[in-house]
């Protein structure tokens, strides 16, 4: 009896429709928000800098996509891709950025410029550099609303206030017409989340929203972020270098290294079972609250690699202490993005039986 390859995928009920051949996805529907091989390259004096290699993942309506990595991974330039907002002639970018289905990539930019805005929208990491100095920060949300919403000023206005008010600024209608440097650092990203979602955008993302602000602050915007979401069902892309932002406000998880994604699963798989010894060294180097450690926090050795001159074989053989263990593979090849079940997938040259090993060691030396 002969096995059909579609039934055995389609056994995997965990497996997302972005993981599946193109021809089963289209069966099963797409994904609001699926990015397919996107390459992002800049032409530079010293060489081409692969700041984007080979990326793919996706989400749904109503569903957060933690994206985790070390500055320099990719994380920011992928998003700036997906809205649209590199220079002209800087970039040489390819593959695919679908939403719902309309492909951006060689989009036309005045399209592009109508989806902004009104069908997704960004929360900028600085929002003191992201909003203008010279204009308050009412008239701002109010231009943003009103450049795909044909009203008045007045309905404007009134509608920006209320954004003030639903994102917790105080006295919104007093401070809608104060600058940006009259907020603090947290009434700024909240002024800035007012702007991003005034038109109810179908796709939210947030590159660093936390930065910079103490801890109690961040617990409060990620909370708001949550609300929203919940309000205007949004899919959302949370992008950041710290996996405890992402704990437990993230569906999924991609984490990236040097442009590409090394794992990608559930929230619960990568905190739980993390297959790749990236993913390890990021959750050995933040504290946790679910367990007792009884081991110092350890940093990943080293550096980021340049995107000039990236690795041969594995991008992170330099800095991972398991090489040994795949006969070479690790100085020669580049590991792809596997499925190892469920929707989990890893890029890594260590055998399954290596990986639960190294993990469970890892466990051991970090709980007690």
Known sequence: MTTNPEDSLAEVGDVPPSTLPASRADKIGHRFLEVRDLRVHF?????IVKSVDDLSFGVDRGQTL?????SGSGKS?????VMGLHKKGTARISGEVLLDGENLVGASEERVRGLRGKRMAMIFQDPLSAMHPYYTVGSQIIEAYRIHNKVTKQVARKHAIDMLDRVGIPNPKSRADDYPHQFSGGMRQRAMIAMALSCDPELLIADEPTTALDVTVQAQILDLIRDLQQEFNSAVIIITHDLGVVAELADDIMVMYAGRA???STASEIFNSPQHPYTWGLLRSMPRLDR????RLVPIKGTPPSLINVPDGCPFNPRCPHTALTGGASHSEVPVLRDLGHG???ACHLSAADRARLWNDNEGQTSG
Not at 43 to 47: F, L, Q, S
Not at 292 to 295: C, D, G, L, Q
């Open 344 to 346: 989990h997938r890893a």
């Open 66 to 70: 933690g994206i985790v990595g070390e």
């Open 77 to 81: 330039v992928t998003s700036l891709s």
């Open 43 to 47: 032409p530079t004096d010293d060489g």
């Open 292 to 295: 007792e450690r009884t081991a």
């Open 262 to 264: 090394v794992e990608y």
